[in-house]
């Protein structure tokens, strides 16, 4: 597998890294949607129910629903990241209150979903999936980032002895699986998505732990060594994303109140290792680009979380109901994550850009790259 770019792919990281004169060089020139816009839509619904059902068959999920707004003094609300660049849409609510209530819109429900677990009372073994429905204003807008934000967020109950990587790869391995029959499924609903032009998924994931990934290539950038390893093995579970490595950076700034990217670990040989967490890629034949499908990992212990909010300078946060939930004991131990279903929908169905499976603002710039391209978002 070969690809043009593979040598100066710009890193779209977020605000004011990227460009639209960056993302017209990296829109493909010779795409041809296979499916019609109507035909779209049918195999998309389609496609969401069978993932749906097939991921809560394999995990054992229960579908709930999700928090649109949560209250800010609750500290439930996803951050994204450790910087604080990210910021939530943020507004009073409650007419006729002395004080109103402060409320954001989420970014994700990843905080709110280990919380659930007791208020569903869910047992060990069993968890919960929502169709979850976000909004991050400070994403740069490209062929695969949007302000809107869909996800099948999910989370399971665990106990203490299955917080290690075997189990951690065990959920991956049935995460795939669920993808790769979506993938199947499409072919038979409309089996002209199957095609030479673009290779099928491969039917297993190669793991590697992003130490390892930055000892092969300590001289580039993360999402260009995550370029690189997609060229050899076109899907991988990329293990411990938080960790600083030997640079004195993480492979990627994750939060650090839920994934557990701080422990002890070993890697199938015995070599020390850190982190429970990790990210699901692919490499898009369509886009010809790196293609994330999935973030998720087994959730802090109050241990994991005092360290890593100390590591991030954020200690403060240990104030929020949500963080004395897990230092009292009453947050039960976790895994979980998000599927990003517009992600996966583009993939599946063969699409060049995230506004052909869902509807949100874009802006004129980008409108401008894609037509000529044979791109066309809904709005």
């Given at each position: ?147 809107y934000v869909d996800q099948w967020d999910w989370e399971r109950v665990i106990t203490e002895d ?32 199957k095609t030479d032009k673009y290779p099928d998924l491969p039917d297993e994931l190669t793991f ?55 422990t002890p670990t070993l890697s199938k040989d015995g070599r020390p290792m850190h982190g429970l ?103």
């Open positions: 597998m070969t690809t043009s770019s593979s040598d100066h792919v710009p890193d779209l990281a977020g605000p004011g890294v990227s460009t639209y004169e960056e993302v017209a060089k990296i829109l493909p020139n010779d795409y041809e949607p296979i499916l019609n816009r109507k035909e779209t839509q049918i195999a998309l619904h389609a496609l969401k129910r069978y993932i749906a059902d097939n991921l809560c068959r394999e995990l054992n999920l229960h579908m709930v629903e999700a928090p649109l707004i949560v209250s800010k003094k609750s500290g439930v609300n996803d951050y994204l990241d450790r910087d604080g660049s990210r910021t939530p849409v943020e507004f009073d609510c409650g007419l006729g209150l002395k004080k109103p209530i402060r409320a954001q819109v989420v970014q994700a429900v990843t905080k709110w979903k280990r919380m659930a677990l007791k208020q569903f009372d869910m047992a060990v073994g069993e968890g919960l999936n929502t169709d979850m429905r976000a909004v991050r204003k400070d994403y740069f807008l490209d062929h695969d980032h949007s302000a299955q917080r290690n990587l075997d189990f951690l790869r065990e959920i991956v391995q049935k995460i795939w699986k669920v993808i790769k029959g979506a993938e199947t499924f499409m072919h038979e609903m409309y089996p002209q998505l590697i732990h992003a130490e390892d990934l930055f000892e092969m290539y300590p001289d580039l950038p993360r999402k260009q060594r995550e370029t690189r390893i997609l060229q050899q093995y076109p899907a991988v579970f990329i293990i411990g994303i938080g960790y600083p490595l030997p640079n004195g950076y993480p492979h990627e700034l994750r939060a650090a109140d839920y994934d557990d990217w701080i967490n990790g990210d699901i890629l692919v490499w898009n034949p369509v886009t010809r680009r790196r293609h994330e499908l999935s973030s998720m990992g087994i959730r802090v212990t109050k241990e994991t979380l005092v360290q890593q909010l100390e590591m991030s300078g954020q200690l403060d946060f240990l104030q929020f109901p949500y963080h004395q939930a897990i230092l009292n004991d009453e947050a039960p131990l976790s895994i979980g994550g998000g599927i990003g279903q517009s992600r996966t929908t583009m993939l599946l169905l063969r699409k060049a850009h995230l506004g052909e499976v869902s509807v949100t603002v874009w802006p004129d710039e980008l409108k401008a790259i894609c037509e000529p391209r044979n791109i066309f978002v809904l709005e």
